[in-house]
């Protein structure tokens, strides 16, 4: 198993182009997260899913927007980057239930200049 | 005031030595909470699962939960220079999986 990959692992954008940040777990996990993680300021939840084609808003989900049509893939799009959307993201996944573990993918590096 | 603190260190500790990594939090509805490691440039690994209060033990770590106090902590003993990572607790109202609530980290070093 592979677990969580992300990619690209690092990329600049300039203000207001947009990308997006691919997610794919080989788990067969329901639950899937969208994280950014910023100095000093931990893990902020951006957007999760319970299940494909199904998504909900997490702690900071302004300026992003996600997609869930399968089951392995969870996708974060950014439109119209901005340099206060610099930072590393994670995207995770978990079992359903019994969720304490999640799995974390390697990370994508982000700089908006 | 944050849902989750934690002191960012840095700690520096020699080889050997016992650490204590400690997060307080608001919530008390929270009931299961975690700790993470880690290492730099890598995405955050499962170190330590526990359900509300208590103690957990696996090798040469430690989960305490007080749950009246609103205190979590994390000892390792016998540190190594292997355990020099960022450690993150978090903790979430159920196991349905869908709010984790994290600290901050402490970035931890452990001098050979």
Same mark, same amino acid.
């Given at each position: 198993?592979?677990?969580?990959?992300?990619?690209?692992?690092?990329?600049?954008?300039?203000?207001?182009?947009? @990308?997006?940040?691919?997610?794919?777990?080989? @788990?067969?996990? #329901?639950? @899937?997260?969208?994280?950014?993680?910023?100095?000093? @300021?931990?893990?902020?939840?951006?957007?999760?899913?319970?299940?494909? +084609?199904?998504?909900?808003?997490?702690?900071?989900?302004?300026?992003? #927007?996600?997609?869930?049509?399968?089951?392995?893939?969870?996708?974060?799009?950014?439109?119209?980057?901005?340099?206060?959307?610099?930072?590393?993201?994670?995207?995770?996944?978990?079992?359903?239930?019994?969720?304490?573990?999640?799995?974390? +993918?390697?990370?994508?590096?982000?700089?908006?200049? | 005031?944050?849902?989750?603190?934690?002191?960012?260190?840095?700690?520096? $500790?020699?080889e050997g030595a016992i650490v204590s990594l400690n997060c307080t939090y608001s919530n008390s509805a929270?009931?299961?909470?975690?700790?993470?490691?880690?290492?730099?440039?890598?995405?955050?690994?499962?170190?330590?699962?526990?359900?509300?209060? %208590?103690?957990?033990?696996?090798?040469?770590?430690?989960?305490? $939960?007080?749950?009246?106090?609103?205190?979590?902590?994390?000892?390792?003993?016998?540190?190594?220079?292997?355990?020099?990572?960022?450690?993150?607790?978090?903790?979430?109202?159920?196991?349905?999986?869908?709010?984790?609530?994290? %600290?901050?980290?402490?970035?931890?070093?452990?001098?050979p």
């Amino acid at each position: 198993n592979a677990g969580v990959t992300q990619t690209p692992k690092f990329r600049i954008l300039k203000i207001g182009q947009s @990308m997006t940040l691919q997610c794919t777990q080989d @788990m067969n996990h #329901n639950y @899937m997260y969208w994280y950014r993680q910023d100095p000093g @300021m931990g893990l902020k939840l951006i957007y999760y899913s319970v299940g494909a +084609g199904i998504t909900d808003k997490g702690e900071v989900p302004n300026g992003y #927007n996600v997609s869930r049509s399968t089951t392995e893939d969870f996708p974060l799009r950014l439109e119209l980057a901005a340099p206060s959307q610099t930072s590393v993201y994670f995207c995770a996944s978990s079992y359903a239930h019994g969720s304490e573990t999640q799995y974390f +993918g390697p990370g994508t590096r982000l700089l908006v200049l | 005031q944050k849902e989750v603190e934690q002191d960012p260190g840095p700690l520096s $500790v020699p080889e050997g030595a016992i650490v204590s990594l400690n997060c307080t939090y608001s919530n008390s509805a929270f009931q299961y909470f975690m700790w993470y490691r880690q290492y730099s440039r890598k995405g955050p690994e499962l170190l330590m699962y526990t359900y509300s209060s %208590g103690n957990k033990e696996d090798g040469r770590f430690t989960a305490q $939960v007080d749950k009246s106090s609103k205190y979590i902590s994390l000892f390792i003993r016998d540190s190594q220079p292997s355990d020099s990572a960022t450690y993150l607790c978090a903790m979430t109202l159920s196991n349905t999986g869908n709010q984790f609530y994290f %600290g901050t980290g402490t970035s931890l070093t452990v001098i050979p």
